[in-house]
């Protein structure tokens, strides 16, 4: 079904209407959009309703009047009868429900980094100056904390709670055997590996059209190092993982390209191509789309994996407007592009995937102010981008951007681009990082201000990081109201609605960071008195 743009206007001034097409998939295909049902904030009549909070430094995570929350997972809790258990630092939410109910189905959770809080896992002191001492055992313990996560959940009196003995509670981790796919698979430039070990560095990802995760080694490097991995160019990609099949070998996508991947935003192209956006969160790196060769079949389920094989990988040009593409046997540029000492820099598609940030700059990709998450509008299908900052220029709070493709056709090589709000004092927020839509088009965001920024100088205004709202229409489109404020130390990360958008999953992630004495720690949440802090995830309701 196609509208034009005068149907389409008339079916939004409907609202329901809209809500139910974008619910069935049929305006702009976000995989997103088949679990986005009429919200919390629909029920309420457009916005959410509640009375915004300030700024907080406290150690809680304080929601507005009439909201509550529960802990579902912590780490270190069971998550099946092999005693598997859930990882650190939660990153990413995604929620799958059991075919039929809305009430039960598997959550998938990013376990990002230790950090400095590797001494409550792993007893290893990383404040500690001086070489790595970390013992087989430390370093295998280290591994085992990051990855993900798949969790059995169900709604129980009222509240979504784990099943610790589910047959579906798997652990993937950073010594998990995986697949590489795609061009770079079995090449030179990794290695002629086929096969390797471990993800992590897990940060955001997606959800496919066939109901597979998406998940995003972000900063690769900072596990590599502690953990005395030597080669790189086995990490920084995207993994799939089929949270149903607990056998199921997990998947390596190189044709998705190399870098410090933040998320994966899919979705089809007015033609039926997967494409998939994502962000190169580093200072001044990329934007990326990836557009599939062949069309999304449904009556093919997981076997529209192979849509993430085979297709072409692009580079935002903001001056130009344009994406730029990576491929290397149809750019000149690329195959004659030298290195200082006159060698070729790039020998194949291969190395173009494995060294991406380098063949990006070299056709002129923008650099960007760290690019975060990225999420599509479901109503409008433009494409929300959120920039942390970048202090190598001084922009310290950051902004999101909204791109809009050339005759709405995300395979499209041509856009146009807007700065949809940024942050600073005026609209109350500073480095805004994950992204979720609700069924209504509400913005909702979360701020990732760094432990030596937080509460700090030019930051203090903003108090501990957390949730905001933001309408993307009517009279207070682009204004940011807060909805929630985090533990001191933690990031809340992972937005994730339920279908029917009664409540919302949100990782709290590493609460107590800014910890210099580990017998004192900043936070203490969430058990409180002397606890020792833990990452986990929650889910929030109303009340
Ligand atoms: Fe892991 Fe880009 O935040
Ligand atoms: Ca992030
Ligand atoms: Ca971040």
């Given at each position: 079904?196609?509208?034009?743009?005068?149907?389409?206007?008339?079916?939004?001034?409907?609202?329901?209407?809209?809500?139910?097409?974008?619910?069935?998939?049929?305006?702009?295909?976000?995989?997103?959009?088949?679990?986005?049902?009429?919200?919390?904030?629909?029920?309420?009549?457009?916005?959410?309703?509640?009375?915004?909070?300030?700024?907080?430094?406290?150690?809680?995570?304080?929601?507005?009047?009439?909201?509550?929350?529960?802990?579902?997972?912590?780490?270190?809790?069971?998550?099946?009868?092999?005693?598997?258990?859930?990882?650190?630092?939660?990153?990413?939410?995604?929620?799958?429900?059991?075919?039929?109910?809305?009430?039960?189905?598997?959550?998938?959770?990013?376990?990002?980094?230790?950090?400095?809080?590797?001494?409550?896992?792993?007893?290893?002191?990383?404040?500690?100056?001086?070489?790595?001492?970390?013992?087989?055992?430390?370093?295998?313990?280290?591994?085992?904390?990051?990855?993900?996560?798949?969790?059995?959940?169900?709604?129980?009196?009222?509240?979504?709670?784990?099943?610790?003995?589910?047959?579906?509670?798997?652990?993937?981790?950073?010594?998990?055997?995986?697949?590489?796919?795609?061009?770079?698979?079995?090449?030179?430039?990794?290695?002629?590996?086929?096969?390797?070990?471990?993800?992590?560095?897990?940060?955001?990802?997606?959800?496919?059209?066939?109901?597979?995760?998406?998940?995003?080694?972000?900063?690769?490097?900072?596990?590599?190092?502690?953990?005395?991995?030597?080669?790189?160019?086995?990490?920084?990609?995207?993994?799939?993982?089929?949270?149903?099949?607990?056998?199921?070998?997990?998947?390596?996508?190189?044709?998705?390209?190399?870098?410090?991947?933040?998320?994966?935003?899919?979705?089809?192209?007015?033609?039926?191509?997967?494409?998939?956006?994502?962000?190169?969160?580093?200072k001044d790196q990329h934007i990326y789309k990836y557009v599939s060769k062949n069309s999304y079949n449904p009556s093919l389920g997981a076997g529209n994996s192979k849509l993430l094989e085979e297709g072409t990988l692009y580079a935002a040009n903001f001056d130009k407007g344009i994406w730029v593409s990576l491929d290397f046997d149809s750019s000149e540029i690329l195959r004659n592009s030298k290195k200082e000492n006159g060698e070729n820099r790039f020998l194949s598609q291969a190395d173009v995937l494995v060294y991406c940030p380098d063949a990006a700059k070299t056709l002129g990709a923008t650099p960007m102010d760290r690019p975060e998450d990225i999420e599509i509008h479901p109503l409008d299908g433009t494409v929300f981008v959120a920039l942390t900052n970048n202090d190598k220029h001084g922009n310290l709070f950051g902004q999101i951007i909204r791109i809009l493709e050339k005759d709405g056709d995300h395979a499209g090589l041509e856009f146009d681009f807007e700065v949809f709000v940024a942050g600073g004092k005026r609209s109350g927020f500073a480095a805004p990082d994950n992204l979720a839509f609700d069924g209504s088009g509400n913005?909702?965001?979360?701020?990732?201000?760094?432990?030596?920024?937080?509460?700090?100088?030019?930051?203090?205004?903003?108090?501990?990081?957390?949730?905001?709202?933001?309408?993307?229409?009517?009279?207070?489109?682009?204004?940011?109201?807060?909805?929630?404020?985090?533990?001191?130390?933690?990031?809340?990360?992972?937005?994730?609605?339920?279908?029917?958008?009664?409540?919302?999953?949100?990782?709290?992630?590493?609460?107590?960071?800014?910890?210099?004495?580990?017998?004192?720690?900043?936070?203490?949440?969430?058990?409180?008195?002397?606890?020792?802090?833990?990452?986990?995830?929650?889910?929030?309701?109303?009340?």
């Amino acid at each position: 079904m196609k509208l034009s743009r005068s149907q389409f206007l008339k079916y939004l001034g409907k609202g329901i209407g809209a809500l139910t097409l974008a619910k069935s998939g049929m305006l702009f295909g976000s995989s997103k959009q088949f679990r986005t049902l009429p919200s919390l904030a629909a029920k309420k009549g457009g916005f959410p309703k509640f009375q915004p909070i300030d700024p907080s430094d406290r150690d809680s995570l304080i929601l507005p009047d009439g909201y509550r929350y529960n802990t579902i997972a912590l780490y270190g809790d069971r998550i099946n009868s092999k005693g598997d258990t859930f990882g650190f630092n939660s990153d990413f939410n995604c929620f799958l429900p059991f075919v039929g109910k809305k009430d039960s189905g598997l959550l998938w959770n990013n376990h990002e980094t230790l950090g400095a809080l590797e001494y409550f896992v792993n007893g290893y002191d990383s404040h500690k100056p001086g070489p790595n001492l970390r013992t087989d055992q430390q370093i295998e313990k280290y591994l085992y904390a990051l990855g993900g996560s798949v969790i059995s959940v169900s709604k129980k009196n009222g509240d979504w709670t784990m099943t610790p003995d589910s047959k579906y509670g798997r652990r993937i981790h950073g010594l998990t055997e995986f697949r590489l796919t795609g061009p770079a698979a079995g090449s030179p430039a990794v290695g002629n590996k086929n096969k390797v070990f471990g993800t992590f560095a897990n940060c955001s990802g997606g959800l496919t059209f066939w109901n597979t995760v998406l998940s995003c080694e972000e900063n690769y490097d900072y596990v590599t190092e502690p953990c005395k991995l030597t080669n790189e160019t086995h990490y920084g990609w995207v993994i799939e993982v089929d949270p149903f099949d607990s056998e199921s070998v997990p998947v390596k996508h190189t044709a998705l390209g190399r870098f410090a991947h933040e998320n994966a935003a899919t979705v089809l192209s007015t033609s039926g191509k997967l494409v998939v956006y994502m962000g190169d969160d580093a200072k001044d790196q990329h934007i990326y789309k990836y557009v599939s060769k062949n069309s999304y079949n449904p009556s093919l389920g997981a076997g529209n994996s192979k849509l993430l094989e085979e297709g072409t990988l692009y580079a935002a040009n903001f001056d130009k407007g344009i994406w730029v593409s990576l491929d290397f046997d149809s750019s000149e540029i690329l195959r004659n592009s030298k290195k200082e000492n006159g060698e070729n820099r790039f020998l194949s598609q291969a190395d173009v995937l494995v060294y991406c940030p380098d063949a990006a700059k070299t056709l002129g990709a923008t650099p960007m102010d760290r690019p975060e998450d990225i999420e599509i509008h479901p109503l409008d299908g433009t494409v929300f981008v959120a920039l942390t900052n970048n202090d190598k220029h001084g922009n310290l709070f950051g902004q999101i951007i909204r791109i809009l493709e050339k005759d709405g056709d995300h395979a499209g090589l041509e856009f146009d681009f807007e700065v949809f709000v940024a942050g600073g004092k005026r609209s109350g927020f500073a480095a805004p990082d994950n992204l979720a839509f609700d069924g209504s088009g509400n913005l909702w965001m979360v701020t990732d201000m760094s432990g030596k920024n937080l509460n700090r100088s030019v930051y203090k205004k903003f108090g501990n990081n957390g949730v905001f709202v933001i309408p993307t229409s009517g009279p207070d489109s682009g204004r940011a109201f807060q909805f929630g404020s985090s533990p001191i130390g933690a990031e809340l990360t992972g937005l994730w609605f339920t279908p029917d958008q009664n409540e919302l999953f949100i990782s709290v992630q590493h609460p107590g960071e800014t910890t210099k004495d580990y017998r004192n720690p900043t936070s203490h949440w969430p058990h409180g008195g002397d606890s020792i802090p833990k990452s986990g995830v929650v889910a929030i309701y109303l009340k």
